[in-house]
């Protein structure tokens, strides 16, 4: 009896370091990553995500030119709120990989922390032979055919992990909000939080402003990358066209420990 108890303690006692171990691995982990003293190492895996032989030539002429404003957008960024890092990102174009598993229709707490596991376990399965160390931030940007009028997925960045699915259509029109899209979900992976009203699509004042001191407020020039839109009216928001319309706000700067 007192054998088992024993037993019993000893195992609770590993899984409770064992938790606590992963715990402190992944605030470890995410102190390192906002700690803005070494170069991050960004991956972006693209994928195809439509049935159109144009989506799929689209993906193999990507280069990894396509996607390097985003390291000068957020060295900008990084500079204008006093970070001295002068390449605070790298990006890598990786290979082409095959449609990450679906996130749950109906989500509830277990079934998201299912999928984040099982996403987690696919990106492990579809790199184990990537060559290299592996980055410290992974984007997989899934091309869609262009067609007008439809919806994409909705694009996600997790901390956990720091894995970003970002989806997009294969157009070069799109090239720069595309870019806007990706840069969003980047930081979502290094504990940026959305600022913009779900219902509405709005950027939330004042936080999801790029400048929410401007007089007169509308039309801001800009739109706050964790807002998402540029608010040109109380009412109405548009989608910026390239990240040069885009700005870090002071709530996404401390979140990215930028400030204090
Ligand atoms: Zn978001």
């Known amino acids: 009896m007192a054998r088992g108890n024993a037993l019993r303690v000893a195992r609770q006692l590993t899984l409770g370091l064992v938790a606590l171990a992963l715990l402190a691995g992944t605030w470890l982990g995410q102190r390192r990553a906002t700690s803005w003293e070494e170069t991050l190492w960004v991956t972006v895996y693209p994928v195809v995500g439509g049935e159109d032989p144009a989506t799929a030539d689209y993906v193999a002429a990507l280069s990894r030119e396509d996607f390097e404003p985003l390291t000068g957008f957020v060295a900008a960024e990084a500079a204008r709120w006093g970070v001295s890092i002068e390449k605070p990102l790298r990006i890598d174009l990786g290979q082409t990989v095959g449609l990450p598993p679906e996130p749950p229709a109906e989500p509830s707490v277990f079934s998201v922390m299912a999928w984040s596991l099982q996403l987690r376990?696919?990106?492990w399965r579809e790199l184990a032979d990537a060559p290299g160390p592996s980055p410290d931030i992974r984007l997989f940007a899934v091309f869609h055919d262009p067609i007008n009028g439809v919806a994409l997925p909705h694009s996600l960045g997790m901390k956990e992990g720091r894995i970003g699915i970002a989806h997009l259509f294969a157009s070069r029109h799109m090239r720069g909000s595309n870019k806007v899209v990706i840069a969003h979900e980047l930081l979502h992976t290094l504990g940026a939080s959305d600022k913009y009203d779900p219902m509405t699509n709005r950027p939330v004042f004042p936080e999801?402003?790029?400048?929410?001191?401007?007089?007169?407020?509308?039309?801001?020039?800009y739109a706050e990358i964790m807002g998402?839109?540029?608010?040109?009216?109380?009412?109405?928001?548009?989608?910026?066209?390239?990240?040069?319309?885009?700005?870090?706000?002071e709530l996404t700067a401390s979140e990215l420990r930028w400030i204090e």
């Open 228 to 249: 998402g839109r540029i608010p040109v009216a109380p009412q109405s928001a548009e989608i910026p066209r390239s990240l040069t319309y885009t700005r870090i706000g």
């Open 208 to 221: 999801g402003y790029a400048e929410p001191k401007l007089q007169p407020r509308y039309p801001q020039r």
């Open 121 to 123: 376990w696919w990106a």
